[in-house]
């Protein structure tokens, strides 16, 4: 049995794609039409080699409407040999190799792409965007939810992660002494400190920073907000990671989302990548980054709202095992 399943699980990896495969999903999520076109193959035969390595238990897959995407096996699916060959694998994909190293290429290429159409989607929709947030949104509960759940205890220093117009540093403007939103969108960035300013708002600023990395240390936040924007990254967990590495011992995570959802056009015409999260998903990222889910809501929007989805928001609190080293993933 344990021979059979061993001999199972090196059948699956040796085989150049599927070994190409592996290293590129070491280097982050895919959707399957991503990996066929890094690899220059047919779908069918991706789809083929894709199939063996999840049922080997090296991959992982999750369908969400007509994308399906693959990622390693999360801890090796608790098994001590996938775990072994993972990290043999996430050695090759680094290793001094022209094949491996194009593959690697590609992967960016695809990463940058990816991140490029989303920041167009940003640039320009900036003016409309607080017009779009409302079309799927029951927003004025959600902020109301949010303000309330955070409570009335003093927040010395606020974050907001991919800030938009910054309308999470004006809705809890009461509450910090000092605030600071990042984005990678200069338009976005630009309506967000004419916002700031309209509202009289002198202690928070708007900067130029991308989420998977920022010019911030380590446990100086007291809060850090993700409202609406985890859906639009390729590696939301490195996100949670981040932020968990901003928080102090007894900082607090807020993330809001939508729920499970099944709008396809989202992502062809809003640069939405993933329709929503479950609460499992979550739970997930912050365990892996230290961080603990406390509580969870649900706001669902009337049944007569047909265009609004389900939105959630996830409170959480920093533990004691926290990230310290920075974390460096694109959107
Ligand atoms: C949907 S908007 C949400 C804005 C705001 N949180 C709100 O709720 O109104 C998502 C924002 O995330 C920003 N964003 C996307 N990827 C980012 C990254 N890697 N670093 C910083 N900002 C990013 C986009 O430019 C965009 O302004």
Same mark, same amino acid.
């Given at each position: ?61 999750? /369908? $969400? ?6 990622? %390693? ?6 098994? #001590? ?13 680094? @290793? ?5 190293? /194009?593959?690697? $290429? ?97 202690? @928070?600023?708007? /900067? ?21 924007? %985890? ?17 102090? #011992?007894?900082? /607090? ?6 729920? #499970?959802? $099944?709008?396809?056009?989202?992502? $062809? ?33 009337? #049944? ?28």
């Amino acid at each position: 049995m344990a021979l059979d399943a061993a001999l199972n699980i090196f059948r699956a990896i040796g085989e150049e794609t599927r070994l190409r495969i592996m290293a590129l999903l070491s280097r982050g999520e895919l959707t399957v039409s991503e990996i066929t076109a890094i690899l220059g193959q047919s779908q069918p035969r991706v789809s083929r080699h894709l199939k063996i390595l999840a049922d080997a238990g090296l991959a992982e897959r999750h /369908r $969400e409407a007509a994308w399906m995407f693959y990622r %390693l096996a999360e801890h090796g699916g608790g098994n #001590p040999s996938v775990r072994a060959v993972l990290a043999v694998v996430t050695e090759i994909a680094r @290793a001094d190799d022209r094949v491996l190293a /194009r593959d690697g $290429e590609r992967f960016e290429q695809a990463r940058q792409a990816r991140a490029a159409q989303a920041a167009a989607y940003f640039e320009a929709n900036a003016k409309e965007w607080n017009r779009l947030r409302r079309l799927h949104l029951p927003e004025h509960d959600i902020e109301s939810r949010m303000t309330a759940l955070v409570g009335d205890k003093d927040i010395g220093l606020f974050v907001d992660l991919g800030t938009g117009t910054g309308r999470m540093l004006e809705i809890f403007a009461a509450r910090y002494q000092s605030a600071v939103g990042y984005d990678l969108s200069h338009e976005m960035l630009a309506i967000a400190r004419a916002n700031l300013d309209q509202a009289g708002i002198t202690h @928070a600023q708007a /900067r130029h920073g991308d989420l998977f990395s920022l010019p911030l240390e380590a446990h100086s936040a007291d809060v850090v907000c993700l409202h609406q924007v %985890l859906h639009y990254l390729a590696e939301p967990g490195a996100a949670v990671h981040e932020a968990a590495r901003l928080l102090k #011992p007894a900082g /607090r995570l807020i993330i809001s989302d939508f729920a #499970p959802h $099944e709008l396809e056009f989202l992502r $062809e015409e809003h640069a939405h990548r993933r329709l929503g999260f479950s609460d499992d998903e979550v739970r997930d990222w912050c365990a892996a980054a230290g961080l603990q889910v406390e509580r969870v809501e649900t706001l669902s929007p009337a #049944p007569s709202d047909r265009e609004k989805l389900t939105v959630k928001i996830w409170l959480c609190a920093a533990g004691q095992r926290r990230p310290e080293a920075r974390s460096r993933k694109a959107a």
